[in-house]
């Protein structure tokens, strides 16, 4: 089935630790985005991506970096985890780079990220 | 700039009676609108979208939107709300400008319909 797979589905972190949440795409979208989501304040731009080969910076940045070697991986690292990253991870695609285009978003299924 | 606002946090409804989530947004460019839809632990998953052709927008489930430039607002109604429609719905504004698109969340509107 097309869509994006995310991995873990949820985890508890120690903070101070390092960790990679994965994202996986078979629908050879050129775009790809990490946002977070956390009550209230709908879903924030974290890093994004209009092709492999190139990232750029969105609303929150800090304290996160991600990669894009290949159309289909967009990894989120977290060097060193803190409570204030506890959220819920979610990575997106979308046919053309920058924009929904006439499909939208495609999302994936997120990661429960908490940091203690 | 550009910026979207969802009128109410959270709304409730009972069975068989009408939805209405409001949103409103405003944008120096011409914008392209979308309600998302989000079940418990789930993805988001579109619901229907507003791209400059057709005012009033039918998307899926029986919901439709009606672009009103007048009043800066892109509002989601359905006429007979549904137990499975209780989710959180997001309206979306993304718009294309000098520096490329830009696309913004609305906060959300929490969903409880109510047996």
């Known amino acids: 089935i097309a869509g994006i797979t995310q991995a873990p589905t949820s985890q508890i972190l120690a903070a101070g630790r390092r960790m990679t949440l994965r994202c996986t795409q078979d629908m050879r979208h050129n775009a790809m985005y990490w946002y977070r989501q956390d009550l209230g304040l709908g879903l924030r731009l974290i890093h994004y991506s209009n092709t492999a080969g190139t990232t750029g910076k969105g609303e929150v940045p800090d304290g996160y970096s991600v990669s894009r070697a290949n159309t289909d991986d967009f990894p989120l690292t977290l060097a060193s985890a803190v409570p204030s990253q506890t959220s819920v991870y979610f990575c997106?695609?979308?046919?053309?780079?920058?924009?929904?285009?006439?499909?939208?978003?495609?999302f994936g299924s997120g990661t429960r990220l908490t940091v203690v | 700039a550009q910026s979207v606002t969802q009128l109410d946090s959270h709304v409730s409804v009972s069975e068989g009676t009408p939805v209405l989530l409001r949103c409103n947004y405003s944008?120096?460019?011409?914008?392209?609108l979308f309600w998302y839809v989000q079940h418990p632990n789930k993805g988001l998953q579109l619901l229907l979208k507003y791209t400059s052709a057709a005012t009033l927008v039918k998307g899926i489930n029986g919901f439709e939107a009606e672009f009103k430039k007048s009043e800066t607002s892109f509002h989601l109604t359905k006429p007979s709300a549904h137990m499975s429609d209780a989710a959180e719905y997001f309206c979306v504004v993304s718009v294309e400008n000098t520096g490329g698109f830009k696309t913004i969340f609305g906060a959300g509107t929490r969903l409880f319909v109510k047996a």
């Open positions: 944008s120096s460019y011409s914008p392209s």
């Open positions: 997106a695609s979308s046919v053309e780079a920058g924009s929904p285009g006439p499909y939208g978003y495609t």
